[in-house]
């Protein structure tokens, strides 16, 4: 967790990257597991926890930032606001101790944006994608 937190400025408990496994100019591959302590599961919904599929859109931004950051292709000291969130789907329901594998497609960046794709699987099983703009701040 400490190298992620070296890459994204979120903390618990808005941190959903545990680990990248493999990163280039166009792809990153991510992981996050899932735990009966995530904070939302008390709310949504009781006694049939399901991550919300904001939280999954999230997961992979944060994944895609990460990536994108270790590639040295933006300004290390950049925030990222995610702006818009396009053909959003949700196809499997993410539960407490499934591990979701991220798959990252970078489609365009530039010193002030980034456009991303991604896939959020569960074992062999597609749970979510979406794509997503962000614009970079500075703090």
Known sequence: ???????????????FVDRIESFDDENVI??????????FFKGHFPGYPVVPGVILIET??????????????VDPNALFFLASVDKAKFRQQ????????????????????????GKAFV??????EAEWFCLFGTP
Do not use: N, W
């Not at 991510?30 to 904070?39: P, V």
């Not at 992979?60 to 292709?73: D, E, N, P, S, V």
């Not at 993410?94 to 591990?99: L, N, Q, S």
């Open 94 to 117: 993410v539960r407490p101790g499934d591990e979701v594998k991220m798959v990252i497609k970078t489609l365009r960046v530039s010193p002030k944006t980034l456009k991303q794709s």
């Open 30 to 39: 991510g992981y996050r597991k899932f735990t009966e302590k995530d904070f």
């Open 60 to 73: 992979m931004a944060q994944c895609g930032g990460a990536g994108i950051r270790l590639t040295g292709k």
């Open 1 to 15: 967790m400490a190298e992620i937190e070296k890459l994204l400025p979120h903390r618990e408990p808005f941190l």
């Open 123 to 128: 074992g062999d099983d597609l749970a979510a």
